[in-house]
């Protein structure tokens, strides 16, 4: 049994070592760019102006414009003036009516995805962007991992080759390269998710990679069946097997599981498209504003702090304004430090609180509130009742189901009993089904989450886990893949 695992074992031996060397030290650039990659420079979004009592009715607004269906309506802050963005399609740019004066402001839709730029990189107010781009797919250069679209585009050579990804939806900076970043990031596509392969050989990708990680996991299991029944036979022979020996026992758990979790990432993904999952509420007709709430403004803000205001339909089809609250400050404050920032950008924070519901026909308080806006949402998206909801609950922050990757807090959890038995994120500033997590997915992003990505580690600092992760993928390569490789060529003795 012994001599068997051991033959099975060298013949896997340069195939395993390759897959360890690639993936590891293409593993590596993924600590290093949440680590030092450039970031933004500002946490906290721009503070709305919300003074809306003595501005245009947003009904005579979009009746003017000829708006009469619209995905999403909301008031969205631009250098101290609130500014009426109206979403007709994903396909196009945002429209914008200056409030006060009613006007449609062409071009405004790029002047905001900059102003939102020179809010979190704080570029001067005359620094422009040589070139835009309007991005309504996602690719290689943006992947869909960033979920969010569309997107501008803007490239700004003289700030250091800065290149930043604008959502205007939701006032967000969806990413921001400059040149190191987008070589590392460019290695590791090539050398970690093989993003060098071209279309029609796509498919060949998921099942050449679970081949190589399936060697990686048979390599470990007959490497630790070697050492276990020679253990007691004799004491290897040189410094390189002796090392290979003791140092494989210590890393066969965490190589077998980035092995196992990337493998099942692969077949998950490659059934599935799971990097796409938002789906926009259905549209709003503009005719059904007949409240003016600007003209009763400040009776309804009296002694109210606002974030946000925006225009979101209930499934019961009862058109709402949603006035968004402010946050309740935390102990530690807004992130100033970039070390700060990085872990608030990556552990989130809600750009919003609680929110108040007036109807937008009637005038009246609705006598739902925010979650019983999500659990409505949901129980549309997913077609189930209300009864078959196991729970909701507010989420603040990214983890494990609901991280990063995602970019919109707070959203609501709903989760729903058998036969559905799935999760759904809801944001009910927009009516948007934020992401969906089905039964059978949820393994996986366990399994990715904790075994691949270390998420056990991160209560105890987003750098530690940096280190942790990268230190052993370092030694997986060197004492493992190089060690190994050289034991065997010193010696074809077993044991």
């Known amino acids: 049994m012994t001599i068997r695992a051991y033959a099975l074992h060298r013949r896997l031996m340069w195939l395993a070592a390759s897959a360890v060397t690639l993936w590891g030290l293409?593993?590596?650039?993924?600590?290093?760019?949440?680590?030092?990659?450039?970031?933004?420079?500002?946490?906290?979004?721009?503070?709305?102006?919300?003074?809306?009592?003595?501005?245009?009715?947003?009904?005579?607004?979009?009746?003017?414009?000829?708006?009469?269906?619209?995905?999403?309506?909301?008031?969205?802050?631009?250098?101290?003036?609130p500014l009426l963005q109206v979403t007709q399609s994903n396909q196009e740019p945002r429209r914008y009516f200056d409030m006060t004066t009613g006007q449609e402001l062409p071009g405004q839709d790029l002047a905001q995805a900059a102003?939102?730029?020179?809010?979190?990189?704080?570029?001067?107010?005359?620094?422009?962007?040589?070139?835009?781009?309007?991005?309504?797919?996602?690719?290689?250069?943006?992947?869909?991992?960033?979920?969010?679209?569309?997107?501008?585009?803007?490239?700004?050579?003289?700030?250091?080759?800065?290149?930043?990804?604008?959502?205007?939806?939701?006032?967000?900076?969806?990413?921001?390269?400059?040149?190191?970043?987008?070589?590392?990031?460019?290695?590791?596509?090539?050398?970690?998710?093989?993003?060098?392969?071209?279309?029609?050989?796509?498919?060949v990708r998921g099942p050449a990679m679970v081949v190589l990680l399936g060697t990686v996991l048979l390599m470990t299991g007959?490497?630790?069946?070697?050492?276990?029944?020679?253990?007691?036979?004799?004491?290897?022979?040189?410094?390189p097997r002796a090392l290979h020996?003791?140092?494989?026992?210590?890393?066969?758990?965490?190589?077998a599981a980035w092995a196992f979790s990337g493998a099942l990432h692969l077949l998950m993904n490659s059934s599935s498209n799971v990097e796409v999952r938002t789906v926009a509420?259905?549209?709003?007709?503009?005719?059904?504003?007949?409240?003016?709430?600007?003209?009763?403004?400040?009776?309804?803000?009296?002694?109210?702090?606002?974030?946000?205001?925006?225009?979101?339909?209930?499934?019961?089809?009862?058109?709402?304004?949603?006035?968004?609250?402010?946050?309740?400050?935390?102990?530690?404050?807004?992130p100033i430090l970039p070390d700060a920032i990085r872990n608030a950008r990556f552990?989130?924070?809600?750009?919003?609180?609680?929110?108040?519901?007036?109807?937008?026909?009637?005038?009246?308080?609705?006598?739902g509130d925010d979650r019983q806006l999500a659990i409505q949402l949901a129980t549309r998206y997913m077609g189930q009742s209300e009864a078959n909801i196991r729970s909701a609950r507010l989420i603040t922050r990214f983890g494990p189901e609901y991280d990063f990757r995602n970019k919109r807090l707070p959203v609501w959890q709903i989760e729903f009993e058998?036969?559905?038995?799935?999760?759904?994120?809801?944001?009910t500033q927009s009516g948007v089904l934020a992401d969906s997590i089905h039964q059978f997915e949820r393994p996986e992003r366990w399994s990715f989450s904790w075994l691949h990505k270390w998420a056990f580690v991160q209560p105890l600092g987003r750098g530690l886990q940096n280190w942790a992760t990268g230190s052993v993928a370092l030694a997986c390569v060197l004492l493992l893949a190089v060690l190994g490789v050289i034991k065997v060529r010193r010696s074809h003795r077993p044991g």
């Not at 007959?222 to 410094?239: E, M």
């Not at 020996?245 to 190589?255: D, F, T, Y």
């Open 281 to 334: 509420a259905p549209p709003i007709e503009t005719h059904r504003l007949r409240f003016d709430i600007q003209a009763d403004w400040a009776h309804t803000t009296r002694g109210l702090q606002l974030a946000g205001f925006s225009i979101v339909e209930s499934p019961h089809g009862e058109l709402l304004y949603r006035l968004a609250l402010k946050p309740e400050s935390t102990a530690d404050g807004i």
């Open 347 to 367: 552990d989130g924070a809600p750009v919003t609180g609680p929110a108040l519901y007036v109807n937008a026909e009637t005038g009246q308080a609705w006598n």
């Open 26 to 81: 293409s593993g590596l650039l993924h600590p290093i760019l949440t680590a030092l990659g450039i970031q933004q420079v500002v946490f906290n979004a721009p503070t709305p102006a919300l003074q809306l009592q003595h501005t245009r009715s947003i009904a005579g607004i979009l009746k003017t414009a000829g708006i009469q269906q619209a995905q999403l309506i909301q008031v969205l802050p631009h250098d101290g003036r």
């Open 245 to 255: 020996r003791w140092v494989g026992l210590g890393l066969a758990v965490p190589l």
């Open 115 to 203: 102003f939102i730029v020179r809010h979190y990189m704080k570029l001067p107010a005359d620094r422009m962007a040589t070139r835009s781009t309007f991005i309504t797919e996602f690719s290689t250069e943006y992947p869909a991992v960033n979920r969010l679209l569309p997107v501008y585009k803007l490239e700004y050579p003289e700030a250091n080759s800065l290149v930043a990804y604008v959502h205007t939806g939701t006032n967000a900076l969806a990413a921001v390269t400059d040149p190191t970043k987008r070589r590392l990031q460019t290695a590791f596509q090539w050398l970690h998710t093989w993003s060098w392969m071209p279309e029609p050989l796509a498919w």
């Open 418 to 427: 058998a036969p559905l038995s799935s999760t759904v994120f809801i944001d």
């Open 222 to 239: 007959t490497g630790l069946t070697v050492f276990f029944k020679t253990l007691r036979l004799r004491k290897p022979r040189g410094w």
